[in-house]
């Protein structure tokens, strides 16, 4: 039997590298791609190729890996990036990667896109399926290539059909492998509340997504689909998990106070206030029917997990 090639994006980071060992223990040949070096060594075997998405080379890795499967797992959330190189890359990218996975005879694409698309509202009902509006990108034009993204997926799987692709909108990810804004956040020694504030939150471990990620490659799943992990969580409850000082912030001036206080970066996404203010909760049953998937991890644990609380459970453990 021929051995089978998995082409990932974004494998400098966590949830990618962490993707790639569980196809290789299945048996896949992982080919890893990021415009950015690596880190550390993936610890696995593995080939790696350093290419921006939107550039010519990254074609070189599709011709040499022949893919059967590709996980685009690259899209650029760090605001560190410019803007502009965000768009290259998240929109012009992954049209090229989607490109590159039909010309090359893909079997099966996934593209992982965001929850944080629809936007945490006062007005939000619960929970919010994948027929709802997306309502981040008038407030918050940091997401506006996020959402180009997976309306540009969206239309791409409709227009391909002869490449069964799935769309994931994973909720919070976080992990112990993670190294994203709310994963972070969950790690500070001291984490601030919204005053009045204590929506209810949904956290998806880095170990469920990359079960989810399987399921979708390996099931006959195709659309586009909310992902979540098991059940939710009050945001101060989540917060107490993770033994952290809770210091209370006055919402009007949340962002500003919180700069000047020292608490979070400017490349903290501004968006994610209204996480901690409004709901934000999805539902996941259309992925669950149809890909037979279900989600292990609590919501506790998750965070416990991340933070490395005494207690969690390791991840491989």
Known sequence: MAERTALITGIAGGLAREAG??????????????YRALPAPLGYPAEFVQASYNKTYIEDAF???????VLHLGRVGNLKEQMGKRFDLNV???????????????????????????????????????????????????????????????????????????????????????QNAMSNFLRMPAVPFMMGFDPMVQFIDQRDLVSALLAAIEGHAVGVFNVAGRGTVPWREALSATGSLQIPVPSPV???????????????????????????V????????????????????????????????????
């Open 282 to 317: 999805i539902t996941d049953d259309a992925f669950r029917r149809a890909a037979s998937w279900e989600p292990e991890i609590g919501q506790l644990e998750a965070v416990r997990a991340t933070v490395g609380v005494r207690g969690a459970t390791p991840v491989g453990g």
């Open 63 to 69: 011709r040499q890996a022949q893919p059967e499967v």
């Open 21 to 34: 060992r569980a196809l290789q223990r299945r048996g896949y040949r992982v080919v890893g791609v990021d």
């Open 254 to 280: 949340a962002s500003a106070y919180l700069r000047l206080a020292g608490l979070w970066s400017a490349a903290f996404p501004p968006y994610l206030i209204n996480f901690f203010m409004y709901p934000c």
């Open 92 to 178: 012009i990218g992954s049209r090229k990667v989607m490109d590159l996975a039909l010309k090359y005879g893909a079997r099966r694409l996934v593209v992982l896109s965001t929850f944080h698309i629809y936007g945490a509202h006062p007005h939000n009902h619960i929970p919010i399926n994948e027929e709802e509006p997306l309502r981040a990108g008038a407030e918050f034009p940091q997401l506006a290539d996020a959402i180009q993204l997976d309306n540009q997926a969206l239309q791409w799987l409709y227009r391909h059909p002869e490449v069964p692709t799935v769309i994931l909108r994973p909720c919070n990810v976080i992990g112990s492998e993670i």
